[in-house]
């Protein structure tokens, strides 16, 4: 097991984040390349993954974006293989790429759950799928998966089919985990609450005064906070931390 600083470093590593072109992805992206390692933004929004890309680029690190829908598989496969050509093979995977709407379950068409469960958990699902045989053959790797404190209790900030997704997506961590975890590759969740991103700056001033209040730490989370949390359970000083949900929610919900 690394030591010392090594136990904190991704120097070398090579990350690959879905989702990547604003709000959490972003800072997930910019946190990896920071902490050293070599990152493929992909997002539906390629010129938005793109200008994240340029950023960290402007600043000396190794980044590159491209356009990718996580609903297609082939795509996705496409898009994971071009980045492993590029920069040797993958060692940190991250599926962020989400919708997040707040219909109200009275009104959410078949349509809105169809698109909302294929962007956050079949979307995810191919993302550890392909990621997870990329890293059995390398008998290395790290998967980590945006969930939400949405999946653990009910919200009245974002919608059922989005809540039904994210505790789905702690199945499917666990599910990944159980047959990675004897190739050396671990598989965990975030389980973020109310961190400052687009999605919430979009949020009524009064429904993110109510929301906030029932923060127990009194302020809503920062994009570095989940970006931080991501580095760690990338990092060597996480090998035995598999098959985990983290909660990253200000004390908001304690378990
Ligand atoms: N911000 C929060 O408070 C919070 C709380 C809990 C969980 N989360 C989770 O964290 C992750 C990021 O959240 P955020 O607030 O930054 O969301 P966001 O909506 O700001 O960003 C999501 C990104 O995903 C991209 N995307 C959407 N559909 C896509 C698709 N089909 N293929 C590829 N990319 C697609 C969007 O273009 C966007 O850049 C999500 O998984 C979300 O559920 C966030």
């Not at 990621?131 to 980590?144: D, W």
């Not at 127990?216 to 000083?237: I, N």
Request: hydrophobic share 50%; proline share 4%; charged share 20%.
């Amino acid at each position: 097991m690394a030591t010392g600083p090594d136990l904190f470093s991704l120097a070398g590593r090579a990350a690959f984040v879905t989702g990547a072109g604003q709000g959490l992805g972003a800072a997930i992206g910019r946190g990896l390349a920071k902490a050293g390692a070599k990152v493929t933004l992909v997002d539906v929004d390629g010129a938005k993954a793109e200008t994240v890309a340029v950023g960290l680029r402007d600043a000396g690190h190794e980044a590159i974006a491209m356009p990718l829908d996580v609903r297609d598989e082939a795509a996705f496969k496409l898009c994971f293989d071009a980045a492993v050509e590029r920069v040797g093979g993958i060692d940190v995977m991250v599926n962020n790429a989400a919708r997040t709407p707040s219909t109200s379950l009275w009104d959410i068409t078949a349509e809105e759950w169809d698109d909302v469960l294929a962007i956050n958990l079949r979307g995810s699902f191919f993302g550890c799928r392909i990621a997870g045989r990329h890293m059995r053959e390398r008998g290395a790797g790290r998967i980590v998966n945006l969930a939400s404190i949405a999946g653990q209790q009910a919200s009245a900030a974002t919608g059922a089919h989005y809540a039904a997704s994210k505790a789905g997506l702690v199945a499917l961590t666990r599910a990944f985990a159980q047959e990675l975890a004897p190739h050396g590759v671990t598989v965990n969740a975030l389980a973020p609450a109310a961190v400052r991103s687009p999605v919430l700056d979009a949020m009524e001033a009064d429904q993110r005064r109510r929301l906030a209040a029932g923060i127990p730490v009194g302020r809503f989370g920062e994009p570095e906070e989940v970006a931080a949390a991501v580095l760690y359970l990338a990092s060597p000083a996480a090998a035995f931390v598999t098959g985990a949900t983290l909660d990253l929610n200000g004390g908001r919900l304690m378990r």
